[in-house]
Every structure is written in structure tokens, then in C-alpha cells.
């Protein structure tokens, strides 16, 4: 006999309720979405167009009461978000078992869900946002609702298909199809820029599902903690500041959001004094209570940040300091100072510069709000001002020594459109919003460009992720020995060229436990190649089958990955063929994925460096202990990491050359169309140059 349904079961079965659930007013104790600019995105027709479709999720009875709420929602957020319809229960993600399912992957892909939804780890929970600003994983609380009813009901020989946050239906498929198959934001080409986001979004047609927002896979700062921790020891080595640690380097940076908050935890592990500015007070607030800053640490008096940098710089006291205040303000007083920086980028969300992504100087974040809903002609001039003396400031300290990189955030080309001086000698054509299909026309590379991609990507190193679904302790200690007993014995016999990245990840997941405070779901995240990514997962798997593990494994990635994104600027910045700006990869990447058994895939327009920018796909499997699972992650992974690396050699990068030659010689069913250089000095004769 079926044990009885708890109250949270009946409320995920229930979908859209049968009775109208009394109106909720705005909860003052979480971080809510700036407003949405309404007025010209939107004419008369269109606002009714938004609210007819707002109201098409909802029994017509309701219709006189929720239409005048849904227009006040538009008019006050430039949104419609249906506060009304969120739910009651605590949003966290569960144990796999407290899920009403027929399905356990469907069962899992709701506890990833929710994770992106936890107050801990979301951005602003009420408005579904996840982080970046406009990271949506639904559009409103309808399309949530709908979403974990059709995923509690649904089979294994069923896939729900997402829209942009909307779900369009449970459809008939089979069991090795995957269960969820997302898109965000598809728009025709022509239809892509800002604005475009900014109506359509309005309208309810689209969103911006950024990269693991949209894809159900984001799993709080360390992520990224892991990410730029590689970067910044990646970035010593280039530079000769240190070879496994940077004990008494100083590094200056912005942004403390969910994704640059981690920026705080990188500084501390790789020993180095970080310096970080901030404008948001509930972002500080939120880093200091996740522990990745401590509240001694943050100043507002420039002379007294710089007396602890350099105290911490001559101690070789590896910690993050934070200013709250404008980035720009303090790249000016470090200029005027003299101070020695060695290290430099930008992480604010300048991808989102429309909507609060950055701060103009002269104002605090709530004047700089005031300032954008009232008057955003003159907000945005303030932008683009404040721009142009932050670069100004961040070209003196690169005369004086301080290497600066773009962070894949959008700043050089948000600066470069303000008129800032970013741009090569011989590129001002490139402020006119022309492109360059070779090299970067920007005076800084993209950390991808110099050191992510030749150094991690071209040898197949990327963000491989996963959640323990039973929500313990106990089972993530033990993946956690489990990856690093798989890269141990990867080492010993690994080509010289990868030892480094497999020594540095051995060390990050040997001390992640103590590192990474756990911020909702049980999961973690290191840099692995494809061999390694698939010798783990089968070690997980193994587990399962054995018992040791006491459930099953959703394993994803960052889209920020070999072969996931389209990126010209930021993940495909260092392919220097012209195809940096063609999007083929990541659409084969999740087509490939979906027929090789990945659970659930995700296609998304936008993501890092804004709407229009990047197309990106992702993936999550679940494993669980089944010969099916160990079938499908050998297929998938291979395929999710070698896509990336054939292209990459195809554009004729040395590294990803050896990379998939060595891949074939393993794998006689591997065959990869290969370049043949021509000589520069010809080509060059025959054009008469």
C-alpha cells in the first residue's frame, strides 16, 4: 500500500490550484529584481498582448481579478511575474524520495530546479532569477507550477519540451530520449539585441536563461570559485608571479553577484590579496553570509583599504578585502597611490548595463536605481562616462606593469561602445560596433584568450559538475574521494602537458570540503578532461550500483566549457580562423547529446556576455547505478568534450591538434577531419601583400 501523500507532494501534483490562492505581498527579507524599464518597450497594443498572455494560464473565472494585478505587476516591475501563485512551501532543493515521480530522472531535474530557486542561492527567488540579473529560470510562477506538475506525472517514454520557461507539454518519446529538452531565448537572428529582450521578455515570449540559470544546473558561487581560482593560478604562471600558489600578489577586481562573489573564495585559496569592489549592500550582505567575505573585511575609506593591502601584501596573507564603493573610484585612487598591482579584470554585469549591471560613479546603487527608472537617458550617459574614466585609470596601472584581462562579462565591448580607449592602435573603426574575424581588436585579451583556452579548453579541461541527489554529507565526501582517487591514477601516466591541471585539481578536491561552504544542494565541481570526466562517472556509478553511495548522481557542467559555447569574445575567443562568430559547435554539442542519453539539454541564446552575444548549450545526467547509465555517460561525455577539441583543431590551435590526435590513436572509431597549415609567406605573395 502507497504511503499517503505529504502536504508538499499535493502541491507539486496540484500544478495551477483549483481555488485562487490569496494575493502575496512583496516579502521585504529577500533580494528582489530591479524594475524593468516598461515605458516605450512596450505601446498600448502590446501591454494588452503581454496581459492576454499572462492570462491564458488561468481559468477565465479569474480573469477579472488577476487582470488588473497582472497590469499593476507590468506597470510596477516592467514584469509579470504572478507573485500571487508562489508557492508556500520552503524552495530547497529535497532527498530525491520526497518527490511525488514516476520517473526518478524527472524526480531529479525537480530537485535541480529548486536548487536554482533556493533563497540561498538564487539571486532574486521571487522574480525566479537566478543570478546575473536576468538569469530566469521560468518566467513566472505559472510556468513553474505547470513545469514540476508535468515532471511529477511524467514516464521514462515521455519528454517534457520547455520554451523559454514555458511548458510547452509532455510529448511521447522513449526511454533512452532525454526527459527535458530546454530552450532560451531562440530569437531569429534579426530580433536579437538588447531591446529585443527587453519587449519580448515584457510580452512573455522569451527569456534570458544566461547559462545554468535557464539549464538547471547552477549550484551557487563555487562554480566559479573553482573557475577563477584555475584562472588566477593559470594567470601566475603566465606571468612568472608563482608557480602553484600567489602568496603576495595583489589582485583588483569587481562584482560580489552570484557568479563574481566567488571571486572572494579564489583570492583566499590561491593565496593572494584580492581586492574587490562592490556597489550592491545586499550583495556584500549576501557573500558575507554565505562566509565567502568576512564584515572586518569590507571598507568604505580608500586610505585605509590600501594600509591593509599592503600589510597583507609584505605578510603574504592570501584574503579578500572588499570596497564598497565604485570599481572606478578605486582603479583612480590606486592610480593616483602609486600601488603596485599585479593582477587586474572586471566582473560586474556589464552584459546587463541596461539594467543595474553597473554603477555610474557619483552615485550609490540605490541613487544609481532611482537615477535609471526615472531618467535613463542620463543614467546611461553616466555609464558610459564612469566607463571611460575606469578604462582610462585600469591603461595607466597596465603602463605601470598590472596585467588586466576582460573577465567575459562584456566590459570591453560596453566600454569600447562608450567611446573608452580599449581598442588596439589601428582599430578605432571597431567603437562603431564592427568586428574583427581574427584577432581581438581589444588592447586586453579575454582571460579565455591567453589563458583559459590554450592553457585549460584546447586540451579538453573544463567545468565538470554534480549533485548528489540524496542531499547527505556523507555521500558527497565520498565523491569527493572518489574523483580524487581517479585523478591521482590519471597523473601517474598522464602527458606532461596535462600534469599540471590534473595536480591542481587533485589539490582543489582534496581540500573542497574545507574551501566551499555548501550553499543548497549537495554538489561540487572540478576542471577534467573527457578521459577524466568519464573515469569519474563511472566511478560514481559504480558506487551506486554497490551501495556506498546512497543515491543517485546528476552530473552536469558549466556551459562555460570546451564545447558547450559560442562565444566570441569570452569561450571561443582564442579561435583566430574567422568562425568565432558562427554557432555551429554549441548546437551540435546539444544536439549530440540529447541522441548519445544526456537526461535533459538546454539551448540558450545569451549568457555572460549578454543577450545576442553567445549561444550556449548544456546538459545534465543522471546516473543511477544502471548498466543504461554507464552506456550513456561513456557516449555523451566523449562526444560533450571531443566536439569542442575537433573544432579547435580544425582552427588550427597546437595544442587541441595534439589533443585530438591523441584521442584518435585511443579510440580507432574517432575520426576527425584535420588542417593542413598553409605557408603565410605564399598566401601573403599570391594577394601582392
Not at 522513449?174 to 530569437?187: C, I, L, S, W, Y
Not at 562573489?261 to 549576501?286: F, H, K, N, R, Y
Not at 599585479?342 to 556589464?350: K, V
Amino acid at each position: 500500500m502507497a504511503a499517503p501523500l505529504t502536504k508538499f507532494q499535493k502541491q507539486i501534483l496540484e500544478g495551477i490550484p483549483a481555488r485562487l490562492p490569496q494575493a502575496k505581498p512583496l516579502d521585504p527579507h529577500v533580494s528582489h529584481a530591479p524594475r524593468r524599464v516598461i515605458e516605450g518597450v512596450l505601446n498600448a497594443d502590446e501591454k494588452i498582448l503581454a496581459l492576454q498572455n499572462a492570462l491564458r494560464y488561468f481559468p477565465k473565472k479569474w480573469h477579472e481579478t488577476l487582470a488588473p494585478e497582472f497590469a499593476a505587476e507590468l506597470e510596477q516591475y516592467g514584469r509579470i511575474y504572478m507573485h500571487r501563485f508562489r508557492p508556500d512551501y520552503p524552495m530547497r532543493a529535497r532527498a530525491l524520495e520526497e518527490y511525488p515521480c514516476q520517473s526518478k530522472q524527472a524526480a531529479a531535474i525537480m530537485l535541480m530546479i529548486q536548487n536554482n530557486l533556493d533563497p540561498k542561492v538564487a539571486k532574486h527567488p521571487h522574480e525566479l532569477i537566478t543570478y546575473g540579473g536576468n538569469g530566469a529560470v521560468f518566467q513566472n510562477w505559472a510556468q513553474y507550477r505547470l513545469t514540476m506538475r508535468y515532471l511529477a506525472e511524467m514516464s521514462d517514454e515521455q519528454t517534457l519540451v520547455m520554451y523559454s520557461g514555458h511548458p510547452m507539454g509532455l510529448f511521447p518519446s522513449h526511454p533512452d530520449a532525454p526527459r527535458v529538452v530546454v530552450t532560451n531565448g531562440m530569437m531569429i537572428p534579426n530580433y536579437s539585441k538588447k531591446e529585443d529582450w527587453n519587449k519580448y521578455n515584457a510580452l512573455g515570449v522569451t527569456q534570458y536563461g544566461q547559462m545554468t540559470a535557464g539549464s538547471y544546473m547552477y549550484i551557487g558561487p563555487q562554480g566559479i570559485v573553482h573557475g577563477t581560482t584555475i584562472t588566477l593560478l593559470n594567470a601566475g604562471r603566465l606571468l612568472g608571479l608563482g608557480k602553484n600558489d600567489l602568496k603576495g600578489v595583489v589582485y583588483v577586481t569587481s562584482g560580489l553577484g552570484g557568479m563574481s562573489g566567488a571571486q572572494a573564495g579564489a583570492a583566499v585559496i590561491t593565496g593572494c590579496v584580492g581586492v574587490i569592489a562592490e556597489t550592491d549592500p545586499d550583495s556584500i550582505a549576501q557573500r558575507v553570509a554565505d562566509g565567502y567575505i568576512k564584515a572586518e573585511n569590507v571598507y568604505t575609506d580608500l586610505l585605509a583599504l590600501v594600509q591593509r593591502i599592503e600589510a597583507c601584501r609584505a605578510a603574504k596573507t592570501g584574503i579578500a578585502l572588499v570596497y564598497h564603493g565604485n570599481i572606478a573610484d578605486l582603479w583612480e585612487y590606486l592610480v593616483r597611490e602609486n600601488v603596485k598591482v599585479e593582477l587586474g579584470s572586471d566582473q560586474t554585469s556589464c552584459h546587463n548595463i541596461h539594467d543595474m549591471g553597473y554603477t555610474p560613479q557619483g552615485y550609490s546603487f540605490a541613487e544609481a536605481k532611482q537615477l535609471l527608472n526615472t531618467d535613463k537617458p542620463r543614467f546611461m550617459e553616466a555609464v558610459a562616462q564612469t566607463l571611460r574614466r575606469h578604462v582610462a585609470a585600469i591603461n595607466t596601472m597596465a603602463e605601470r606593469g598590472t596585467y588586466f584581462w576582460d573577465y567575459g562579462n562584456a566590459f570591453l565591448k560596453e566600454a569600447g561602445d562608450a567611446g573608452a580607449e580599449v581598442f588596439r592602435p589601428g582599430t578605432p573603426a571597431m567603437a562603431l560596433g564592427q568586428v574583427s574575424v581574427g584577432i581581438s581588436p581589444y588592447r586586453y585579451p579575454s582571460y579565455v584568450e591567453d589563458i583559459m583556452g590554450p592553457m585549460c579548453f584546447d586540451y579538453g579541461f573544463g567545468p565538470f559538475r554534480w549533485v548528489c541527489c540524496s542531499g547527505k554529507k556523507s555521500d558527497l565526501d565520498k565523491t569527493d574521494k572518489i574523483a580524487a582517487s581517479v585523478l591521482a591514477d590519471l597523473l601517474r601516466t598522464a602527458p606532461k602537458a596535462i600534469k599540471g591541471q590534473l595536480r591542481d585539481n587533485l589539490l582543489w578536491i582534496k581540500n573542497a570540503r574545507k574551501n566551499i561552504p555548501r550553499v543548497g544542494s549537495a554538489s561540487r565541481i572540478l576542471y577534467a578532461d573527457a578521459i577524466g570526466r568519464v573515469r569519474i562517472a563511472e566511478a560514481f556509478n559504480e558506487a551506486i550500483a554497490n551501495g556506498v553511495l546512497e543515491g543517485p548522481v546528476v552530473l552536469g557542467r558549466d556551459h562555460h566549457d570546451v564545447s558547450g559555447t559560442d562565444s566570441p569574445f569570452r569561450e571561443t575567443a582564442n579561435i583566430y580562423d574567422g568562425s568565432r562568430y558562427t554557432a555551429d559547435m554549441a548546437v551540435q554539442n546539444v544536439i549530440g547529446d540529447a541522441f548519445r542519453g544526456a537526461t535533459w539539454v538546454s539551448l540558450h541564446n545569451g549568457g555572460g556576455v549578454g543577450w545576442g552575444e553567445v549561444i550556449n548549450g548544456g546538459f545534465g545526467m543522471v546516473l543511477d547505478g544502471s548498466m543504461e547509465s554507464d552506456r550513456r555517460l561513456r557516449q555523451m561525455l566523449f562526444w560533450d568534450v571531443n566536439n569542442g577539441i575537433a573544432r579547435r583543431a580544425w582552427a588550427r590551435n597546437p595544442h587541441a591538434l595534439d589533443t585530438i590526435r591523441r584521442t584518435m590513436e585511443a579510440n580507432p572509431g574517432l575520426q576527425v577531419t584535420l588542417p593542413h597549415f598553409a605557408d603565410e609567406q605564399l598566401v601573403k605573395s599570391v594577394l601582392n601583400l
